[in-house]
């Protein structure tokens, strides 16, 4: 077989929305709203939405999973390719538009949650999915011993496919389950007979509400990772000490908020320090947008100064 | 005994280093079959313990080191392109847990896709990913080369559900990158991402830690059939769509359908018709309500006999077909290429009809199964490797098929890997500041390219 020549130039991705494979490309600094205004008209969304205020590069950059990583998986599952720009200033093109692939080694995971150490996103290709039209919000209510028979109940069913969200919410003293749906408008009655059915069983109050859109809760200041038995325990233990916590049920995901104020980084550093032996032994992680990242080990320094070097061009 | 042999048994006990010629026959080829690379021996490590020791010593032999499970790899994956020695992990096959309540389970490298299968099923969970080599391939192989199967679409490939993976580098240092909760671990950076598909070209595994899924209560499949290829990706077009979310959605081109119906595996599907395969599932209150809708829906397209079921027996009819097209492939020809390009759904027609246009003219039959739902194309071109000159008629085909796929904004490779089979198409992928990231991985962890030389870049050559 003849040598192919090398190519001269970066192949990068041009905006696009591609309606039958429900792939959008746009910029990192779009928002929610410029995501709808492309995909609605085809029927499409993207359903990894944490805050309609900001760009999809701070959400990104914030934590690793939305409440509707729990249907569709976590960011890193949902944006295929990235044209990213490298510290030298040159712009890369990273992953495919295509749904899946396994040309050459996976960058795209690598880079997409590792801050600004190896360059930045300029632009996102999205994976949407259909927009069935109907969206059904439930809440479920009542001892925290109830409650995780709920999630129990939610989670280890053929049902758990199908549920966008089941989050467990700690507030203060107060815990509910929050669970999303998005159907078909004719599916939803099958829906809440099986919600209520959930309710009944796990012997928690349940209240249903059509909502449109769907309720976000903002970027967390802190996100941890672990296993998905163990998050709902986590999330109430740090709620006594945070002002929310949103504990991504299936995912083993803790989104937690906490005040407002400028030692919040160090308040969020000493509140993981009694978690990270189990955590870290777990293969978990947790990570701030408040605080640059843990500094590498020793052995890892050393392939990381291999992969700068080629970031750099040397 | 070769010198080789002799270092090796330093290195492993007695019975786990194969150097005969005839064992070694066995470990020449991968499932691709037509090329054959003999290697200079085989070891068995009995356990990580063992493995980790081999690979201590095998810096100081000198030679390619190539991991390899059970060889079904179909992209020129775990061979000895450059001599060498192979290791085989059939050893280190203990599941060793299964946590229901986490999602999570921890098996070693060796353990097969189908073992997993057989002991989540007790505990109401599964492991999804599934290629077709499932009674035979492992774990091992299975993230090597980030392997996916029919019911990828909705559910993903292997890299959506390992959390962790224990590998042991070419200087003996063990390392975990990640665990049963998925993330970095202590790690600054997600070091796991380069190991899922990296094709045993930085590091041999020993054990992963994989997500798992509640199994779906209720499964239906339909088989739709149609005259023509505009027809069936109009109704490929309306599936991927549809808010029942289908699981699967695979094609079986008239050529292939012709395969099968002249078979001893005849269904009885139309001649020169196209199959459309697909599968929805979930909880049967959902699942059952969209039957109609999606039977409908195909039929909308252009199908006049949708037939479709959710009982197991006849699921199993309607799957024969499909099943059977792949067996089929090599009692027809001694030969055959199976390319694994992704392309956008769009593209559909205009890159088959170029398969069917340059596998006619250069007179080699072509027949394509694949994973319509993907856009994941697999064409099978049958040829003769006897025959002078079929091979390179092959290959050009394929040649001129990737930069289509890839002037259409598609991908080399789905699921397989790229291996040497497809090593030479890499620069139509990769520019020069992506390619030069690219080659920075093996850099950092097998800077000398002793683990599977020759694979993924083809001159990714080692030198001793």
């Known amino acids: 077989m003849k040598t192919i020549a090398p190519m001269q130039t970066e192949r990068l991705f041009t905006p696009f929305l591609d309606s039958v494979d429900g792939t959008l490309c746009l910029p990192a600094s779009a928002t929610a709203a410029d995501i709808d205004a492309q995909a609605a008209a085809h029927r499409l969304r993207f359903p990894l939405i944490l805050d309609a205020t900001v760009t999809l590069h701070e959400q990104v950059a914030a934590t690793t999973h939305a409440p509707a990583s729990c249907r569709f998986g976590p960011y890193c599952d949902n944006i295929l390719g990235i044209n990213w720009r490298l510290p030298s200033g040159r712009i890369a093109r990273i992953g495919e538009r295509v749904v899946k692939t396994t040309t050459g080694y996976d960058w795209l995971r690598f880079l997409l949650h590792s801050g600004r150490r190896f360059g930045e996103p300029v632009d996102y290709v999205l994976r949407l999915r259909p927009d069935c039209g109907f969206h059904l919000e439930a809440r479920f209510d009542g001892e925290i011993a109830a409650l995780r028979n709920c999630v129990h109940r939610l989670l280890h069913s053929g049902w758990m496919h199908w549920w966008d969200a089941v989050d467990f919410i700690a507030e203060g003293a107060s815990v509910w389950v929050r669970v999303a749906i998005h159907c078909p408008p004719g599916e939803a009655r099958i829906f809440a007979a099986q919600l209520t059915g959930i309710a009944s069983e796990s012997q928690v109050r349940l209240t249903l509400q059509d909502s449109r859109p769907p309720s976000f809760d903002g970027l967390p200041d802190m996100v941890i990772k672990t296993t998905p038995d163990r998050a709902i325990g986590l999330a109430g233990e740090l709620a006594r000490e945070a002002v929310r916590c949103v504990a991504l049920c299936y995912n083993g995901v803790v989104h937690v908020h906490l005040n407002a104020g400028e030692d919040i980084g160090e308040r969020a550093h000493a509140l993981m320090q009694p978690h990270l032996g189990e955590l870290h032994a777990l293969g978990g992680d947790w990570l701030s947008r408040w605080l640059p990242a843990t500094p590498p080990t020793v052995t890892e320094s050393q392939w990381i100064e291999t992969l700068e070097q080629a970031i750099h061009g040397s | ?464």
């Open chain 2, 1 to 464: 005994m070769s010198l080789l042999s002799f270092h090796l048994q330093r290195l492993l006990p007695r019975g786990r280093v194969l150097d005969s010629p005839a064992q070694l026959a066995g470990y020449a080829s991968d499932a691709l079959g037509y090329k054959s690379y003999r290697p200079d021996a085989v070891v068995i490590p009995a356990d990580a313990e063992e493995l980790v020791g081999f690979m201590k010593g095998a810096r100081q032999l000198g030679v390619p080191v190539i991991l390899r499970g059970a060889g079904t790899s179909l992209s020129g994956g775990p061979v000895a392109a450059q001599g060498g020695v192979i290791v085989h992990s059939s050893g280190l096959k203990r599941i060793r847990e299964i946590n229901v309540e986490g999602f999570w389970c921890e098996v070693e490298c060796g353990v097969g896709l189908n073992e997993l299968d057989a002991a989540l099923k007790p505990h109401g969970v599964f492991y999804p990913p599934d290629p077709s080599s499932g009674p035979v391939c492992t774990l091992g192989g299975n993230v090597a080369s980030n392997a996916g199967g029919a019911h990828c679409f909705r559910y993903g490939v292997t890299s959506n559900y390992v959390l962790g993976v224990e590998v042991v580098l070419l200087d003996g240092s063990v390392h975990r990158f990640g665990g049963p909760a998925g993330g970095r671990g202590p790690w600054r950076e997600d070091w796991k991402r380069f190991m899922i598909g990296s094709e045993g070209t930085l590091g041999a595994f020993t054990r992963f830690w994989l997500r798992l899924l509640p199994v779906p209560e209720k499964v239906w499949t339909f088989r739709a059939t149609y005259p023509d290829l505009r027809s069936i990706e109009a109704a490929i077009h309306a599936l991927v769509a549809h808010s029942s979310y289908p699981a699967a959605i695979e094609l079986l081109d008239p050529r292939g359908v012709a395969m099968v119906e002249s078979s001893q595996m005849a269904v009885g599907l139309p001649k020169g018709s196209f199959m459309l395969l697909m599968e929805i599932d979930g909880p049967a209150a959902l699942v059952d309500a969209r039957v109609e809708p999606v039977a409908e829906l195909l039929r909308k397209a252009g199908s006049r006999d949708v037939v479709f079921s959710d009982e197991d027996a006849i699921r199993q009819k309607l799957w024969k077909a499909r099943k059977a097209a792949g067996g089929l492939l090599g009692q027809l020809s001694p030969d055959y290429v199976v390319q694994d390009a992704v392309i956008p759904k769009r593209a559909l027609a205009e890159v088959l009809q170029l398969v069917y246009d340059e596998a006619d003219a250069a007179g080699i039959r072509a027949v394509n199964i694949f994973h319509a739902g993907d856009g994941n194309l697999h064409p099978n071109f049958l040829f003769d490797s006897r025959v002078p000159g079929e091979l390179e008629k092959v290959e050009l085909i394929s040649e001129r098929l990737m930069r289509r796929v890839i002037e259409v904004g598609g991908t080399l490779s789905g699921e397989h890997g790229i291996g040497n089979d497809k090593a030479a198409y890499m620069p139509l992928v990769f520019g020069p500041d992506s390619m030069r990231l690219q080659w920075a991985v093996p850099a950092a962890f097998n800077p000398t390219h002793q683990l599977n030389p020759l694979k993924v870049f083809g001159n990714r050559c080692f030198t001793a």
